[in-house]
């Protein structure tokens, strides 16, 4: 079951929680200067090792498809980008997606709904330690896992959690909050990682690097930003609130109206009434959809997945911005805001 059809715990402000790790086989050249030839034996000796797991390739013409995967955050833009042999493996009922051949042979993760970094750890050591066991993990005693980039020497795990911030966007206090995780060894991006920028009130806070520091104390790190971020987002939401209810209910009831009526709508406009209308279900001032639902909607009308869906779609922004209307118009039909 994919994770954005699914409860988590704090989903209010925390759509989703990845646990990533790092690996190269020792046999093998980092990526880069990978082979197609050497990158198709490793996606093999990945598949074999996984039985159970479901193997999807990726070549030149597969944009589309691995766009889509791209939405439901389970690869990379890089890996959409790349022109050589890849692979999405996928197990445990979709909870966890391992990219073979991004910029290291692979990269385990787990994404799970809400804030749960312990369970998407869970789910990606499992694995992580089955793929150990069976194929040759490059490793030093002094470094750690041998990665491409530096940055993820040690134990090569990366936590991220995205959240959705419209009260502190509001009040204007990500930059300072963005200050105060650097100094603590923590970035804030957009909702895809490095390169990408916040859109709709929705970003991405990971680990920056992992050297030194035990598996269990980056996620006691996060663990403890998320848990404060959260705080300060459901304190700023209360306030807001307070102080503008007419305001904030009118603003949910225009947002809402539009996408119960509208008849073209792009991811843009999209993103930014997303947000407008999660936080009028965290202040129950929306009735008829759950967070749960919300993360579903999401994914349904991101580009690839929208034009994968209908037929006719893929390269007519047009029709996807008729098809994403139509499909605001049927899923929300029976959402109110209360006055």
């Not at 965290?282 to 919300?294: F, H, M, Q, W």
């Not at 994403?324 to 049927?330: E, G």
Request: aromatic fraction near 6%; proline fraction near 2%; hydrophobic fraction near 40%.
């Amino acid at each position: 079951m994919a994770w954005y059809t699914e409860k988590g715990k704090m989903q209010d402000v925390v759509l989703s929680t990845r646990v990533r790790f790092a690996r190269n086989l020792s046999e093998y050249p980092f990526a880069s200067r990978l082979s197609d030839t050497g990158a198709n034996e490793i996606i093999e000796k990945v598949s074999a090792a996984l039985p159970e797991y479901s193997c999807h390739r990726f070549g030149k013409n597969s944009e589309a498809k691995c766009r889509s995967y791209m939405e439901m955050h389970y690869v990379s833009p890089e890996f959409v980008s790349a022109s050589h042999p890849r692979a999405l493996i996928t197990g445990e009922n979709e909870r966890v997606a391992i990219m073979v051949c991004e910029e290291d042979h692979l990269r385990i993760q787990s994404v799970v709904s809400g804030f749960d970094p312990e369970s998407a750890f869970e789910y990606a050591g499992k694995a992580d330690d089955i793929l150990s066991e069976k194929l040759n993990i490059a490793f030093s005693e002094k470094y750690g896992y041998l990665t491409h980039c530096p940055t993820n020497l040690g134990a090569a795990m990366r936590v991220s959690a995205m959240l959705c911030l419209p009260a502190l966007t509001m009040r204007r206090s990500i930059d300072r909050y963005a200050q105060a995780m650097n100094k603590m060894g923590i970035t804030i991006r957009g909702i895809y990682g490095e390169g990408s920028r916040a859109s709709g009130c929705l970003y991405q806070i990971s680990n920056r690097g992992s050297l030194g520091i035990a598996e269990s104390e980056i996620i006691k790190l996060i663990s403890e930003v998320v848990k404060n971020i959260v705080e300060a987002e459901r304190t700023a939401r209360k306030s807001l609130f307070e102080a503008n209810k007419l305001s904030m209910i009118d603003k949910t009831a225009r947002t809402l109206g539009v996408l119960q009526n509208c008849h073209i709508l792009s991811s843009e406009e999209f993103t930014e009434c997303f947000s407008t209308i999660k936080l009028g279900v965290a202040l129950e001032i929306v009735e008829g959809i759950t967070d749960e639902k919300l993360s579903e909607v999401f994914i349904a009308v991101q580009p690839a997945t929208l034009s994968l869906s209908s037929e006719g779609l893929a390269d007519d922004e047009t029709a996807r911005d008729v098809a994403r209307a139509t499909l605001m118009r049927n899923m929300l039909k029976n959402v109110t805001v209360l006055h």
